[in-house]
């Protein structure tokens, strides 16, 4: 949510009032519900100004995504595992005390690229933007798991991803502890992925 006081807003430049406009009317309401208008109206920018900046709608979605990756994935997930960890196991679980705080918070708007590739469709431009964020996501929890020495680091990532997921999902049917309920499967996931790799020799002394 933007937080910015009407004179710091009226300091931005136009296209910063607009993605910042657009970042919370299409988080919280997807795509298809929110028109050009309405962002123009919002943004206090003329039309001509916003197709300056954004020739097309989905110029101004793939902007959007983007700028959620940064505040989301990289800002508030990663960052926020990576701050309350001290070893790369903690940081992993420590995903899921963010996804707590944020559960519990009225800044609680779920998944984007989840919410903008269901309404989108996989073969639409914006949902294979979508599906390129979340293997983003993957991507940060298997470097994580290589940290960590987990064997089998990209099949540990998605099935890690799916708990990720399946959390934010019941979190938005109204399930409260979602997080928690997920980090308890988590630890039992570490703990499988973790040891010597399957076939590999047994030293006897």
């Known amino acids: 949510m933007d937080n910015s006081s009407p004179t710091e807003t009226d300091q931005l430049s136009p296209r910063e009032r607009i993605l910042r406009t657009a970042y919370e009317l299409f988080s919280r309401r997807g795509i298809?519900?929110?028109?050009?208008?309405?962002?123009?109206?919002?943004?206090?920018?003329?039309?001509?100004?916003?197709?300056?900046?954004?020739?097309?709608?989905?110029?101004?979605?793939?902007?959007?995504?983007?700028?959620?990756?940064?505040?989301?994935?990289?800002?508030?997930?990663?960052?926020?595992?990576?701050?309350?960890?001290?070893?790369?196991?903690?940081?992993?679980?420590?995903?899921?005390d963010v996804f707590d705080d944020w559960f519990r918070s009225d800044e609680f708007d779920a998944c984007t690229f989840i919410n903008v590739l269901l309404e989108m469709g996989w073969e639409h431009p914006l949902g294979l933007a979508c599906i390129k964020y979340l293997g983003n996501i993957r991507s940060f929890v298997r470097d994580m798991a290589e940290e960590a020495e987990l064997r089998d680091a990209d099949s540990f990532a998605r099935s890690?991803?799916?708990?990720?997921?399946?959390?934010?999902?019941?979190?938005?049917?109204?399930?409260?502890?979602?997080?928690?309920?997920?980090?308890?499967?988590?630890?039992?996931?570490?703990?499988?992925?973790?040891?010597?790799?399957?076939?590999?020799?047994?030293?006897?002394?």
């Open 32 to 96: 298809r519900d929110v028109g050009v208008e309405e962002v123009i109206a919002r943004s206090g920018v003329a039309k001509a100004t916003l197709y300056r900046h954004f020739p097309s709608k989905d110029e101004l979605v793939l902007a959007f995504l983007a700028r959620r990756e940064r505040q989301w994935t990289l800002g508030m997930v990663a960052a926020g595992a990576r701050s309350r960890g001290g070893t790369p196991e903690e940081q992993l679980l420590a995903i899921f």
């Open 160 to 205: 890690w991803h799916i708990l990720m997921k399946g959390a934010i999902i019941s979190a938005a049917e109204g399930d409260s502890d979602a997080a928690l309920r997920a980090q308890s499967m988590a630890r039992m996931l570490i703990a499988h992925h973790r040891g010597p790799r399957p076939g590999a020799a047994t030293v006897v002394a």
